[in-house]
């Protein structure tokens, strides 16, 4: 080995299950993800979510994806959406995502329109993604949402991140 590298008996080895649940979840923030809000409309009104699962999938077709918790009382909601928005939020979003996590209404104070499909759309983010919903897969005690992208909007700005069970803003000088 290499001076000054880590070796893998610094680390503590563990088998995922019942009993080491927060270690996994330890483990899995070691990766940081970016922030994002998704939107829908429902029968009872907009509704919005915190997401750190989003991901880009295909360019032909354009596919992005996201995984909401089945546990959440938001999810039949997203399950049942025809389309969806999905929001890249920029590092003065914090109080945004945070107000998206705690509510599925936090739109109060923002600047919001509707599609032509009805989903709200959050005018102040970094990149905007409106979805039809194109395949929902199974997975444990979550879902993978696959959107098939309608319209992209983006704009210049520092990503808002998410690290170590904290929010975070992304330091290009390191």
């Given at each position: 080995?290499?001076?000054?590298?880590?070796?893998?008996?610094?680390?503590?080895?563990?088998?995922?299950?019942?009993?080491?649940?927060?270690?996994?979840?330890?483990?899995?923030?070691?990766?940081?993800?970016?922030?994002?809000?998704?939107?829908?409309?429902?029968?009872?009104?907009?509704?919005?979510?915190?997401?750190?699962?989003?991901?880009?999938?295909?360019?032909?077709?354009?596919?992005?994806?996201?995984?909401?918790a089945k546990s959440s009382s938001r999810y039949a909601h997203f399950a049942a959406a025809?389309?969806?928005?999905?929001?890249?939020?920029?590092?003065?979003?914090?109080?945004?995502?945070?107000?998206?996590?705690?509510?599925?209404?936090?739109?109060?104070?923002?600047?919001?329109?509707?599609?032509?499909?009805?989903?709200?759309?959050?005018?102040?983010?970094?990149?905007?993604?409106?979805?039809?919903?194109?395949?929902?897969?199974?997975?444990?005690?979550?879902?993978?949402?696959?959107?098939?992208?309608?319209?992209?909007?983006?704009?210049?700005?520092?990503?808002?991140?998410?690290?170590?069970?904290?929010?975070?803003?992304?330091?290009?000088?390191?």
């Open positions: 080995m290499a001076d000054g590298s880590r070796q893998l008996t610094q680390m503590r080895q563990f088998m995922p299950g019942a009993e080491t649940q927060r270690q996994f979840r330890d483990a899995l923030g070691q990766f940081t993800t970016g922030v994002t809000v998704v939107t829908a409309q429902t029968a009872q009104g907009p509704i919005g979510m915190t997401a750190n699962s989003f991901s880009s999938i295909s360019m032909d077709p354009p596919l992005v994806m996201w995984s909401p025809k389309h969806f928005a999905i929001h890249v939020m920029a590092s003065e979003h914090e109080e945004i995502a945070m107000g998206f996590a705690r509510s599925a209404q936090a739109f109060d104070g923002l600047d919001v329109q509707l599609n032509a499909q009805g989903v709200p759309l959050l005018g102040d983010c970094l990149a905007r993604f409106e979805c039809s919903t194109y395949q929902i897969h199974d997975a444990g005690d979550h879902a993978i949402v696959l959107g098939r992208v309608l319209s992209a909007a983006s704009r210049e700005g520092e990503a808002l991140i998410f690290c170590q069970g904290r929010f975070r803003a992304f330091d290009k000088k390191a």
